[in-house]
Structure formats: structure tokens, C-alpha cells
């Protein structure tokens, strides 16, 4: 009886220590700080780096675009949107860039995938004039000191 008690037992903790699988994503998931960096790919080629912010859902920052050949105007300034989270950690945002030289709006929708541990992510935007590109982004901490790149 001991016996049969000891095989019982287990298998049950064998079954209880497999690895949980990945946690769903929450809207809460995706507060926080990001720096983001994108590159356009089709046309109006530059690239670019954003510092936001997204608390429950509403997106704050600031942009900075290097200018190129094609576009010497660059954009440095203050962006604004939403964003949201699904459950299979993909998330969508939506970004304006107010004001453009020489343009009067452009919106950005973002398509991000986040990695299992909701650090960074991976993924593509595209504009109001059809400017696409890829995007990457990774958390920050405001309350680490600021470094100088070496």
C-alpha cells in the first residue's frame, strides 16, 4: 500500500512541476517607459529614435528623426497617441507627430509583437503617406541615471 502511495504521489508532483507556459499580455503589461528606434524602408528613407511613455493606453513622448538625402527636414518633437495590448502579447499603437515641417499631421500605426517577458519588441509601422518601416523598443527606467554612450 506504501508503495502504491509513493508512485501516486509521484506522479502527481511530476505532473505539478512541468513549466507554466507564458502568462496572457494585459493592457496593464504595457505601462511604462520605451525607446524605440525605427527605420523607413520604402520611400523617404531615415531613421529614427523615440523616448514614450503608455499609461493606460494613452502614449506620451518625444521623436527624433535623422534627416537624409531624399529629406533633409528631420522631425524632433513631442508625439502623442494610444496603444493597446492583446492577450497573445501583440499590441497596436498609434503615434502623431504634430507638427512636421512642411506637413501639416502624419499618424504612424505601429504593429508590435513583445517578447514572453514584456521587455521589448519587434515589429513594423506604417504612415499617413505610406512611408513603411520596421521598429524595435526595449523598457527603460527614469529612475536610473542617464549614461553617455562609449
Known amino acids: 500500500m506504501n508503495k502504491i502511495l509513493i508512485v501516486a504521489s ?37 531613421t529614427g529614435k523615440c523616448e514614450i511613455n503608455i499609461n493606460n493606453g494613452n502614449l ?9 538625402a531624399e529629406n533633409p527636414v528631420n522631425f524632433n518633437g513631442p508625439v502623442y497617441g ?30 508590435l509583437q513583445f517578447t514572453p517577458d514584456k521587455q521589448s519588441f519587434m515589429g513594423k509601422f506604417i504612415n499617413t503617406f505610406g512611408v513603411e518601416g520596421t521598429t524595435s523598443g526595449t523598457r527603460y527606467s527614469t529612475v536610473l541615471p542617464a549614461t553617455t554612450a562609449q
Open 60 to 68: 506620451t513622448g518625444h521623436c527624433a528623426f535623422d534627416p537624409s
Open 10 to 46: 509521484t506522479l502527481l508532483l511530476s505532473t505539478q512541476v512541468q513549466a507554466a507556459p507564458p502568462s496572457a499580455c494585459t493592457q496593464a503589461n504595457l505601462n511604462g517607459n520605451y525607446i524605440m528606434y525605427q527605420a523607413a524602408i520604402n520611400h523617404h528613407f531615415h
Open 82 to 111: 494610444t496603444a493597446s495590448m492583446n492577450t497573445n502579447c501583440s499590441a497596436v499603437a498609434t503615434v502623431s507627430f504634430d507638427p512636421v515641417p512642411n506637413v501639416v499631421h502624419i499618424d504612424s500605426t505601429f504593429d
